[in-house]
């Protein structure tokens, strides 16, 4: 058998092309075939910005320089209630099921979120039902959420002002 430069040196490129496709195949098999986690699943605040404030009716929480920073005392650290408000997600409720709930929605209540990418704020309205929260995310969609009350209101305490 001859040998034949020419033969050798395609089969060396197929080789590299194919250690290529063998080292990308996990980062591929994650982008395309293995879903997002949250997908299907609408989260409430907007996921490209970044939230800079939370306000309440009773409490607000502000990012100061790169930490989290309450004007009430919880019994979580501000970080920790700041990032179970981040990762919410729910249940998208449609205009058909929202229409069958409305008669029984009492209060609504509102929070309102500061983007530093934003000049104006998002205002999520919310009512608590008794087995779920309804919110309206930064897509204007009502979602369902079940968590429990004390999960996204801790019990406060005011901060002593006085020095």
Known sequence: MKYRGRRWNNILILLVIGFIVILNLPTAIK?????????????????GYTVTTVNTENWSLSREN???????????????????????AGTAVDSKTYQSLASSLQ???????WYEEQEEPQRVTFYRL????????WQDQWIAVS??????????EEKNTEK
């Open 147 to 156: 968590v429990a009350s004390d999960y996204l209101f801790p019990q406060y």
């Open 130 to 137: 008794p087995k779920f929260w309804l919110l309206k995310n």
């Open 107 to 113: 209060k609504p209540e509102t929070v309102e979120i």
């Open 31 to 47: 982008s395309y075939l293995i879903p997002p986690e949250n997908e299907g699943y609408p989260v409430l605040f907007h996921p």
């Open 66 to 88: 790169s930490h989290w920073v309450s004007n009430v005392s919880f019994p979580v650290s501000p970080t920790e209630l700041i990032q179970r408000w981040q990762k919410l």
